[in-house]
């Protein structure tokens, strides 16, 4: 069965009082009230990564992950932080290709390809986030627009490495502005999405793939969402600052 998956990305909110304040919280309340089967991921700033790490660690349902990391191993390349580095604090998945970052940083598909191979090189897990804007899904081209990002970027894997890749589904027109996709239109992506997978690597790889919707999602249409055949979870953002808001979400399976 494939791997359900609720994951915060707090972005850049919450200094390292506040995000230990809220690990804490998830970690406790996920004991008691979060089945089994559902992985919680929580995505804090990289200050915050080991204290995060290390209030986690004992936990068997929460797990930590970064927002972003560098293309290289090491080297003289000032502000940036590496794979390695991200897992020699504790944390075992890294997101890539948010749509923030394509926006305000200018991240290529090629540059996302590589940022994969710096993930996997490490043994850790790529969260590689796709999505249309507003005026693509207008057009009606949504769906080459999204296959398209993953050809690029994750089509060189070979097929035991895309095995160990997680992709998220975010619409950028969903994203922070309360206006989610309809269970219709993100079923009608994920199962794109997984067609997509299968053509290349063969429908039982497609089929282990967990696809995560992120964009808007919370409490009140997580279990719709998560309803949907080929939606495995969510990507959260405004609702995984609430530690009561995320647990609940993670409940909605
Ligand atoms: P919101 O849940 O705030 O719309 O953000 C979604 C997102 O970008 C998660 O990565």
């Known amino acids: 069965m494939r791997q359900k998956i609720v994951a915060g990305n707090w972005k850049m909110n ?5 995000g230990m304040k809220l690990a804490s919280e998830v970690v406790n309340m996920a004991k008691d009230e979060v089945k089994g089967q559902v992985k919680l991921l929580l995505i804090p700033p990289f200050v915050s990564l080991k204290s995060v790490a290390d209030l986690a660690k004992d936990s068997t349902n929460v797990f930590v992950g970064s927002q972003n990391c560098h293309e290289k191993e090491n080297g003289a390349y000032t502000g940036e932080i590496s794979a390695g580095m991200i897992k020699s604090v504790g944390a075992a998945y890294i997101v890539l290709g948010h749509s923030e970052r394509r926006m305000y940083f200018n991240e290529s598909d090629e540059l996302l390809a590589a940022k994969t191979d710096a993930v996997l090189q490490q043994g850790l897990t790529p969260i590689f986030c796709c999505g249309e804007q507003l005026d693509i899904r ?10 398209s990002q993953i050809e690029k970027s994750l089509f060189h894997l070979s097929a035991e490495d895309f095995k160990k890749v997680v992709i998220a589904y975010e619409p950028v027109w969903a994203i922070g502005t309360g206006r989610t996709a309809s269970p219709e239109q993100a079923q009608e992506m994920h199962a794109a999405i997984r067609n997509h997978i299968a053509s290349k690597y063969g429908n039982a790889l497609a089929e ?16 719709e969402l998560f309803a949907c055949k080929d939606v495995d979870g969510g990507l959260i953002g405004g609702a995984s600052l609430n530690s009561r808001d995320f647990i609940d979400i993670a409940k909605s399976f």
Do not use: F, R
Not at 138 to 144: H, I, K, L, P
């Open 208 to 223: 282990e793939i967990s696809l995560l919707y992120g964009g808007s999602c919370k409490p009140s249409n997580a279990q």
């Open 14 to 18: 919450n200094d390292l009082w506040e």
């Open 138 to 147: 207008e057009a009606g081209t949504q769906v080459s627009h999204v296959t």
